[in-house]
């Protein structure tokens, strides 16, 4: 019997997406437990497998949202097929699914060359910081269960910080299991909200929004009060937020990651000074 070698490159299905998240895993990207169910229901057709023969050897996400962005992770393969050609195969099958989108992506330091040859430019730095979880939950009136605010309201708010409406995708992260999603309230209005939830390593925030950085504070200490005491705690921030980052260091976080977010096409005309902490780096 003669081995099939022939390399193809297909829409993954629902279990392979978690083969994805596996690969990830062992980079040291420390996803969240229930990551899969959530991105896969940001864009069913997003996610891409390459096969040689029938085995994986390498994946992207190439997720839509709306009708004009994209963005694109979880571009990984096998160790031992790097250099072969089969990473830019699928690369270049992930592009041609986003078409004419803007497309942003959080990449390795190290491979910022390879995208600017692709036509991304460089935006800012995203900084993982590590800390700790535990300590007491703020006595902030503001601060609510965000299942009690409106999702139309939520959803609303979410476009202030991300470029396009992303309904599906929200619906299941604030809903995950081992997750904890607060809003605060500002003169009766939703003025910014934070999800922390479990990850392969500890627990990590994301996203944290919040019109202020007086507003992002009580936030993030109601957070990080939702996670066992000692445990790991990740926070994504932009390094072109320097409240974000003076927030992370105040709580004696250390710096664990550094990516690089890009676009290519527009940059979207988001308030950065409201993102304290980035959804994942995998779908932005």
Request: charged share 15%; glycine share 12%; proline share 5%.
């Amino acid at each position: 019997m003669t081995q099939n070698n022939t390399y193809t490159i297909r829409t993954m299905t629902r279990p392979e997406i978690d083969i994805a998240i596996d690969w990830a895993a062992a980079e040291g990207w420390n996803p969240g437990l229930h990551d899969a169910d959530c991105f896969y229901a940001a864009d069913t057709h997003g996610f891409l497998v390459g096969l040689l023969g029938a085995k994986p050897i390498a994946v992207i996400s190439v997720v839509k949202y709306g009708g004009s962005f994209g963005f694109l992770g979880l571009y990984i393969v096998k160790p031992e097929f790097r250099g072969l050609g089969y990473g830019l195969q699928i690369w270049n099958a992930g592009l041609a699914y986003l078409g004419g989108r803007d497309i942003g992506l959080d990449g390795v330091i190290a491979q910022q060359a390879n995208y600017n040859r692709s036509g991304f430019t460089l935006a800012y730095s995203n900084v993982r910081y590590q800390g700790h979880g535990g300590g007491e939950y703020p006595a902030h009136s503001g601060i609510v269960p965000l299942a009690s605010m409106s999702f139309a309201d939520i959803c609303t708010y979410d476009t202030l910080c991300f470029p396009e409406s992303r309904p599906q995708f929200l619906w299941c992260w604030l809903n995950q299991a081992g997750s904890s999603a607060l809003g605060i309230r500002q003169d009766g209005k939703l003025a910014g909200y934070g999800v922390v939830r479990k990850c392969r390593s500890g627990y990590k925030i994301g996203p944290l929004f919040a019109d202020t950085a007086e507003l992002a504070e009580p936030l993030f200490l109601a957070l990080q009060s939702r996670v066992p005491e000692g445990e790991p705690l990740f926070l994504d921030t932009p390094a072109a937020n320097g409240a974000a980052i003076a927030l992370a260091r105040r709580h004696h976080m250390r710096v664990s990651f550094e990516a690089a977010r890009m676009y290519r096409g527009q940059s979207p005309a988001v308030s950065i000074k409201r993102l304290f902490g980035v959804t994942s780096f995998e779908l932005g």
